[in-house]
């Protein structure tokens, strides 16, 4: 790449591709073979992906689990070489991708720092000049002078880091690293990544915050399985991720051929939206809010009538329980389920669920403003959450609730129909009802867990009928938190007062 190019990475036509065998014998075999037969598979780590970063851009790279996201970055670092393809780099590259992976055990860890300072090309002259301000930043006092063997994984991470983040790097190349540390050792990263980036800095991000994604990317690329689905500015590729989690991929072939229409054909996208050629949406800045988990309504008596079981019935019938708490499923039945709308949903796989049969919820739904069936929402924006309860035997005066936890089982909002005063009438076998909770997001940015039931009382006694404990996540994306689980809302206002003579 010539020197006087806009562009700090250059990514074209890259493909990884690993050889899976199924007996650690068939690569000897596949060795010694005189007509060459494979005994291999090929996997696709990465197919084909194309996409370029500017000097001086910060661009983020989202995608699930297995995307190739850690891949592609290894391979721009040149940890890894690509099966296929090519990248130009042009600036002194800085990764924060396995931190420490460079660090001798047995050495100081002021002699790491030299050492490691050498190995990006600088002198030791160099890195004296910039070792008060790796060593204030790790801040780990007199440890620096003793083996790194010694260390707390805490001082490993803060020095490794701090190396890192310190030798003005032209490119900055970081994996899912400002998770290290304390809260206040994570502040100071991202202060830090803020200042070098308002220097000029090139920054390549792998991350799963989104919130970060949306606050410091200038353009995003979206992958899948391998794969490039597209890249744009970051709400939108968060919103096209969002369906991607949901796997709505229906709906995501819709969004694409909509950015298709709109940029003239060049986005396209393959298989399950995964196996596109990216059109390059230019850079901008989107500003939004994130969606949140919730769980949990019942009472320590209920607690304990807990029963573990593997999942909310579709109550179609396609579904048998053999006795040990799996679920067998029935191909031909399968065909005949109607659409639900918790199959768009993330769903957790080891909930529990109990109650006295005399109803059920047999789906329900999470929509943002839009909407949207996800699990992730805006902050600051209205979600809804749906239930939709069948009863089985007659019930006088039933109760639909919802609750929503934190990771560690904290309640920290929740209301049911009777706080609300959206009372039901008495229902029979064989009623059906859909209950709509419509609410603004106010809840950090972080994970939550949602928990409902259809309770009631009868002759003063609290009576469950069904309820499903911790039944779905809920992220919310934030671009501001404030102190606490939720925001106040505050409408600030200052000014400066005269001083009176």
Do not use: W
């Not at 790491?112 to 008060?132: C, D, H, P, Q, V």
């Amino acid at each position: 790449m010539p020197s006087n190019s806009e562009y700090a990475i250059d990514v074209q036509n890259v493909s990884k591709i690993y050889r899976l065998y199924d007996k650690p014998i068939d690569r000897l075999k596949e060795s010694l073979s005189p007509t060459h037969k494979n005994y291999h598979k090929d996997f696709f780590a990465l197919n084909d992906i194309s996409f370029q970063v500017k000097k001086g851009e910060t661009v983020g790279i989202i995608g699930t689990n297995g995307s190739g996201k850690s891949t592609i970055l290894k391979i721009i670092t040149g940890v890894l070489t690509p099966t296929s393809g090519q990248v130009q780099v042009e600036g002194v590259i800085s990764a924060l991708l396995e931190l420490g992976a460079g660090f001798n055990m047995d050495y100081t860890g002021i002699e790491n720092i030299y050492m490691n300072g050498t190995m990006m090309g600088f002198s030791r002259k160099e890195m004296e000049a910039k070792l008060e301000d790796i060593l204030e930043f790790a801040d780990i006092g007199d440890f620096v002078y003793q083996p790194v063997k010694t260390y707390s994984s805490g001082m490993f991470v803060r020095l490794a880091f701090a190396l890192a983040i310190n030798v003005e790097p032209e490119i900055l190349i970081v994996d899912e690293a400002l998770s290290v540390g304390d809260v206040f050792f994570q502040s100071k990263c991202y202060r830090r990544m803020e200042e070098i980036r308002r220097n000029g800095t090139t920054i390549l991000m792998v991350t799963h915050d989104m919130g970060s994604v949306i606050k410091y990317c200038d353009r995003v690329v979206l992958l899948n399985k391998g794969h490039f689905v597209a890249e744009g500015a970051p709400g939108k590729m968060v919103d096209l991720y969002k369906k991607i989690l949901a796997n709505q991929m229906d709906s995501l072939q819709e969004a694409l051929d909509e950015m298709n229409d709109f940029s003239g054909g060049m986005l396209e996208a393959g298989e399950n939206g995964g196996n596109g050629t990216g059109s390059r949406s230019g850079s901008g800045r989107k500003k939004t809010a994130g969606a949140e988990k919730g769980s949990g309504d019942n009472t320590r008596a209920d607690r304990e009538r807990n029963t573990k079981t593997d999942g909310i019935s579709s109550g179609t019938g396609e579904e048998s329980r053999d006795g040990s708490g799996s679920v067998s499923r029935n191909p031909a039945a399968l065909q005949k389920r109607p659409h639900l709308m918790k199959d768009k949903l993330t769903i957790n796989p080891s909930r529990t669920e109990y109650g006295d049969g005399r109803a059920e919820i047999y789906d329900l739904g999470l929509f943002d403003e839009h909407g949207n069936l996800t699990n992730l929402l805006l902050k600051g924006e209205y979600f809804t959450i749906k239930e939709k309860i069948r009863f089985h035997a007659p019930v006088q005066a039933p109760i639909f609730t919802y609750t929503i936890k934190d990771r560690k089982g904290t309640d920290l909002t929740g209301t049911n129909t009777m706080f609300e005063g959206a009372d039901i009438r008495p229902v029979k076998a064989g009623d059906e009802y859909e209950v709509s909770f419509r609410q603004k997001m106010t809840l950090q940015g972080g994970e939550y867990l949602l928990s409902m039931s259809c309770t009631g009382f009868e002759l003063g006694e609290h009576t469950v009928y069904h309820r499903l404990y911790d039944i779905a996540s809920i992220t919310v994306i934030s671009n501001k938190n404030t102190v606490g689980v939720y925001d106040m809302e505050s409408e600030v206002e200052a000014q400066r007062l005269e001083k009176c003579e």
